[in-house]
């Protein structure tokens, strides 16, 4: 029997690959950047199964153009690329990846907010700049965690995983936003729901682990900033779009918050000129929040499990649009 076709949009690691080898003939894209849009169309016209990376947009477009599609698996948990009402019209089911990368996210979101909280990225280029001059006692003064408050915004699997790092490490006080109250952030963090506007007036740090969607895209800007801390710290570490970039840049250049760490940004890259480069008081990395070796292989193991049940026309074991399973 024919094995069904799969294209798989970039190279994944072996521990999820092989496990999709070995019941499919696959295709994988082998170029270090994304296939075109045009390219992922023609490749997706004959395929039942589709692998997708945040990068890769799957639209109505590419969905009518691969009539034998039966399952886009997402190498992520964000599902923004994907047009999931377009997906559910035309019975696709599309997988992601949530749970696997949820610490090595927090950790990176700790990692942003330390190193912007006592200036890592400022004061080790500074370093190597010959700008050490000796030990000077009001070099590169930052901001103290232990016993401050954090805001999170979006307490979902990532930023409950932050906060307990930062209640646990630092004793911090949380306090968060979400759709409805989270009882174990309550019981366990002994966290706070807010409203956003209570969030940002109180908190000493803001870590952003929303989703990305119509209602949270473009939630910070200036009169976002301007509520919160002059000597606020504000991390990103969800998706670029949640942020008006020029208004955090401002508010960074100005002294209308203290500092930033960003592993989102939008566009993506971010072009080496962009100004937030420019602002010492910006840390930046490039999205690099589920890179660790274990993780990424996670990963790629619930990206080919979701694959192998679509293709096999099993129920995906992590679905974002379950009423694809619904019947009429
Ligand atoms: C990464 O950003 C992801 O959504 O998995």
């Known amino acids: 029997m024919a094995r069904p076709q799969v294209f798989v949009a970039r190279r994944i690691p072996d521990a999820g690959l092989q496990l999709i080898e070995a019941e499919c003939d696959v295709e994988v894209w082998p170029k270090r950047l994304p296939p075109s849009p045009e390219i992922l169309r023609e490749k997706a016209r004959s395929c039942v199964g589709l692998v997708s990376l945040l990068t890769d947009r799957i639209d109505a477009a590419l969905l009518d153009a691969a009539p ?5 698996s997402n190498f992520a948990v964000g599902v923004n690329n994907i047009d999931l009402a377009a997906a559910t019209a035309r ?8 749970g696997a990368l949820t610490d090595a996210t927090a950790d990176i979101a700790v990692t942003l907010l330390l190193a912007a909280a006592r200036r890592l990225g400022e004061s080790s280029l500074d370093a190597r700049a010959g700008r050490w001059l000796t030990w000077e006692p009001l070099g590169w003064l930052g901001r103290d965690l232990a016993g401050r408050t954090l805001g999170v915004v979006g307490m979902g699997r990532i930023g409950f995983a932050t906060a307990k790092r930062l209640h646990g490490g630092w004793g911090m006080k949380v306090l968060y936003t979400a759709r409805q109250p989270k009882p174990d952030a309550d019981r366990e963090l002994g966290a706070r729901h807010v409203d956003l506007e209570t969030l940002l007036a109180e908190s000493d740090f803001v870590s952003v682990h929303a989703d990305l969607n119509p209602t949270t895209k473009g939630m910070f800007g200036a009169a976002e900033f301007a509520k919160m801390k002059r000597t606020a710290v504000f991390v990103n570490t969800a998706r670029g779009p949640h942020v008006d970039q020029p208004a955090l840049a401002n508010a960074l250049r100005t002294g209308t918050i203290f500092a930033a760490g960003l592993d989102v940004t939008e566009p993506e890259p971010l072009p080496p000129e962009h ?5 010492p008081n910006c840390v930046i990395a490039p999205h690099i929040a589920s890179a660790t070796v274990d993780t990424r292989n996670a990963m790629a193991t619930l990206c080919a499990r979701n694959l192998l049940a679509g293709v096999k026309g099993e129920r995906l074991p992590h679905c974002v ?3 694809v399973y619904e019947t009429q």
């Open 68 to 72: 034998k599609l039966r399952v886009v």
């Open 91 to 98: 019975k696709i089911p599309v997988g992601n990846t949530p």
């Open 275 to 279: 100004e937030l480069y420019s602002l």
């Open 321 to 323: 649009n379950p009423a």
